[in-house]
Structures are given as structure tokens and as C-alpha cells.
């Protein structure tokens, strides 16, 4: 079957050239994940798979630490890969973009703990992203400015 043969709707994505290795962003624009694999359903497992079959649906966008499985062979654990769920997904061009916040991702949860854990204690550390120092409060939560 090629793409625009089929009259059901959808659309037709090739996941090599428009998934696999694209980044993605959060509804902030901020990245959050580079798509390493893909979850796909009623795909099964050690079955030929009759011509008539529906093509599969993809799930969910997997991502985890991938690199040194595409260098060596093999495949990451299952429990190493962070799952963002298809429904999440508003629009796929240069980058995907999701129509949640990376808060709301277990994608981010290292980066989370490291934020609060160890570089919020470092003085200045919690300061709010994206604002400049002149439009900071003229006191911080320590006193100083």
C-alpha cells in the first residue's frame, strides 16, 4: 500500500524520516526528549503478519539513554525508556510538539531533581528562567538583590 491509497483517515508518516531523532518540545517550547523508538499497537510479536492486517498505531514516543545500544548492538532496557504518550502530540515538522508541560512528563524527572536537590542550593540558583535581572524583584528569598 503507498501513502494517499488509503481512504482511511489519518496520516501516512514514514517513522524513520519523521520521527526517530527529532527533538521534542514541551508547550513552552522548551526541549524535552529526542525520540529514540516507538510504541506501537496490536503489532505481534513472532507472527507473520497477514497482508490484509491494518497497519499498525503508534502509542507512544519512547526516549531514554539509547546511544550506546545504536553504537554497540542491542536494545536498552525497557524500564531504561520514558514513555510520552501519542495523545500528548499536537503537531510533527522540524521538532514534535507536545501540548504539555515537561512538569507534567516523567521525561524530565533527572533534570527536576537535580534543579531542586543540588543547583537550588547553589546561591542564585533558583532565579526564574527566560526574565532579565532588572526585571527580578528588588529582593530575593534570601534579602539580597
Same mark, same amino acid.
Do not use: N, Y
Given at each position: 500500500m503507498?501513502p494517499?491509497? #488509503? ?5 501516512w $508518516? #514514514?517513522?524513520q ?7 521534542v ?8 526528549a ?6 506501537l499497537?496490536e ?9 490484509d492486517?491494518p497497519?499498525?498505531?503508534?502509542? =507512544? $514516543?519512547?526516549?531514554?539513554a =539509547?546511544? =550506546?545500544? /545504536? ?15 501519542w ?5 510533527i &515538522?522540524v521538532v ?5 508541560? /515537561? ?12 534543579? #531542586? ?6 546561591p &542564585?540558583? /533558583? ?14 528569598e /534570601?534579602? &539580597?538583590?
Open positions: 503507498t494517499g491509497t #488509503d481512504d482511511r483517515p489519518g496520516r $508518516l #514514514d517513522a524520516l519523521h520521527l526517530l531523532d527529532r527533538q518540545l514541551d508547550v513552552d517550547d522548551v526541549p524535552v529526542v525520540v529514540d523508538d516507538l510504541e499497537s503489532v505481534p510479536f513472532d507472527q507473520e503478519i497477514s497482508i492486517t497497519p499498525p498505531v503508534i502509542t =507512544a $514516543l519512547l526516549s531514554g =539509547a546511544i =550506546a545500544t /545504536r553504537i554497540f548492538g542491542g536494545r536498552p532496557p525497557e524500564s531504561r525508556m520514558q514513555r510520552t504518550p495523545a500528548a502530540v499536537v503537531d &515538522g514534535i510538539k507536545l501540548a504539555v508541560g /515537561r512538569d507534567t512528563l516523567d521525561l524530565a524527572w533527572t533534570e527536576r531533581w537535580v534543579r #531542586d536537590r543540588i543547583i537550588g542550593r547553589i &542564585g540558583g /533558583r532565579h526564574i528562567p527566560g526574565r532579565k535581572r532588572s526585571e527580578h524583584s528588588g529582593s530575593d /534570601r534579602g &539580597g538583590s
